[in-house]
């Protein structure tokens, strides 16, 4: 019996940061900028690191350094990155026993450019995580207190619906951050029809706001829809604006501590695998609050999504964020 079973994404990362990388401005970029090098040309890196990476396994890496027996259910290849990945859940206490390794796929691949002080953009290769289907489910192993979903695209979208009607069957308690979940109108459906399954869910400002169907901005009124249709714990990310949390009754809600900052990849899952460690560990939203920002904040202080990640007792060196509570 593991205490949480991990679900997502596994890859190889790496990182690699140069300031001959060009910032343009223009229409035709999502967030109108973009990093961009000569066409043709050769471009010095300054710094090149590799490392693990993927959702399903950072947050399996939170959850073992926070003293929970934890497992990671999803597939690598039978190459150099799959075996990155397996060494380091090995090194970090996770369990390879769900850990499925093919040779019809290779492991997921992310390239992470960055422009130092200014951003970065992550260029994703979809691999054997992104192609399991809910027949290789071995869901007579999946013996756990908790799920944690993370987002799953894809092929492996499909598995979203079988976990959590398992779990539900088996009493087992889900938390979920299907950011996959909300990028395509048919996925976003599909979530929706599990939401009142899930016992804390995890999403930022754009996400909840796609789910709802509302402006990101209508904070409330996206949370009272929410409210309605998830019977456990919402959580809304807001980036530099810090979290709220809603349990139906009332708003809990911090913002987060000054701090460095390295690099921004995987603070995401820090942020949602510490709340969920919290609050397995006190049954609190306060405290798992305040134990998730402190992981999130841990991580933007190195390279690698889970190189600063907090062990058990560690809070690292910043004052515990301040929770404000309001009826709703």
């Known amino acids: 019996m593991y205490d949480i079973i991990t679900f997502g994404s596994a890859t190889e990362d790496v990182f690699m940061s140069s300031r001959e990388l060009k910032l343009v401005e223009g229409e035709q970029f999502i967030t109108k900028k973009g990093l961009c090098v000569s066409l043709g040309s050769k471009m010095h890196m300054d710094d090149v690191f590799f490392a693990m990476g993927g959702c399903g396994t950072n947050t399996a890496v939170t959850f073992a350094r926070q003293g929970l027996k934890t497992a990671y259910f999803g ?18 206490g996770v369990s390879l026993d769900l850990l499925r390794e093919t040779e019809q796929w ?10 130092p002080e200014v951003g ?9 995580c992104h192609q399991l289907t809910e027949q290789e489910i071995p869901f007579d192993k999946l013996k756990a207190k908790w799920f944690y979903v993370a987002s799953l695209s894809d092929k492996s979208h499909g598995l979203l619906t079988p976990l959590i009607d398992f779990a539900k069957k088996q009493g087992i308690k889900v938390a979920a951050n299907p950011s ?10 599909i979530l929706k029809r599990v939401l009142d399954k899930i016992d804390i869910l995890i999403l930022n400002q754009e996400e909840a706001g796609k789910l709802t169907g509302l402006d990101y901005q209508k904070e409330k009124e996206i949370f009272k829809r929410l409210d309605d249709w998830v019977r456990g714990i919402v ?3 807001k980036g530099p604006k810090g979290v709220t949390v809603s349990d139906g009754k009332n708003l809990y809600s911090a913002g987060i501590p000054k701090s460095g900052l390295v690099d921004r990849t995987g603070a995401g ?29 841990a991580c933007l202080q190195q390279l690698g999504a889970t190189n600063g990640l907090l062990k058990k007792d560690d809070w690292g ?10 009826a709703i």
Not at 80 to 87: F, H, L, W, Y
Not at 106 to 115: D, N, R, W
């Open 75 to 92: 597939s690598i290849g039978r190459d150099c990155s799959g075996q990155i990945v397996k060494n380091e859940l090995s090194k970090q």
């Open 106 to 115: 290779p492991t997921a691949y992310s390239v992470i450019l960055s422009l």
């Open 120 to 128: 970065r953009s992550i260029l994703e290769k979809y691999g054997a």
């Open 180 to 189: 996959g979940s909300v990028k395509k109108a048919e996925h976003i459906e």
């Open 235 to 237: 959580v809304m990310t």
């Open 269 to 297: 899952d820090a942020f949602g695998s510490g709340l969920v460690a919290g609050y397995i560990e006190k049954g609190d939203i306060g405290y798992a609050i305040q134990l998730g920002t402190a992981n999130a904040t």
């Open 317 to 326: 060196e910043w004052e515990k964020v301040e929770i404000k509570k309001e």
